[in-house]
């Protein structure tokens, strides 16, 4: 059963990463906007974007597992801090809590260090399964 439920928790951190990415690039002009004007330089928002896409490809894939766990989980700390803590608008408090809580399922996949079907444990050699 753990089998399953590694690799499909992997793609369920991975989808929201993913998904922000793609919308991100598909209206760059209005999320630069949206970032200038949070007080974040749009200069960040290629490599955001880069991260996001990409980051959540390598956990779908099981691969460098724990560094990228670690990374997205950052990234959600920050994005939460800098987006979402205006705590006097209820959809922001629960925006910033969605952060903090994929945060911490980040961490604990960084934690597993290899989980199955992962490039990861192929890579130590182990089994695939």
Not at 3 to 11: H, K, M, W
Not at 57 to 81: D, E, H, M, P
Not at 106 to 122: G, I, P, Q, V
Request: aromatic fraction near 10%.
């Amino acid at each position: 059963m753990v089998a399953l439920i590694q690799p499909l928790a992997r793609c369920m951190l991975a989808l929201i990463f993913i998904i922000a990415g793609l919308s991100k690039m598909l209206d760059l002009a209005g999320t630069s906007a949206y970032m200038s004007a949070m007080g974040v330089s749009s200069a960040l928002l290629w490599p955001s974007i880069l991260l996001e896409i990409i980051g959540g490809i390598l956990l779908v894939l099981g691969y460098k597992t724990t560094l990228v766990a670690s990374v997205l989980a950052i990234f959600s700390i920050v994005t939460a801090v800098f987006f979402h803590s205006d705590f006097a608008n209820q959809i922001q408090m629960i925006l910033f809590l969605k952060n903090i809580s994929i945060a911490g399922g980040l961490l604990l996949l960084a934690t597993a260090r290899t989980t199955s079907y992962s490039l990861d444990r192929k890579h130590e050699k182990q089994n695939f399964f």
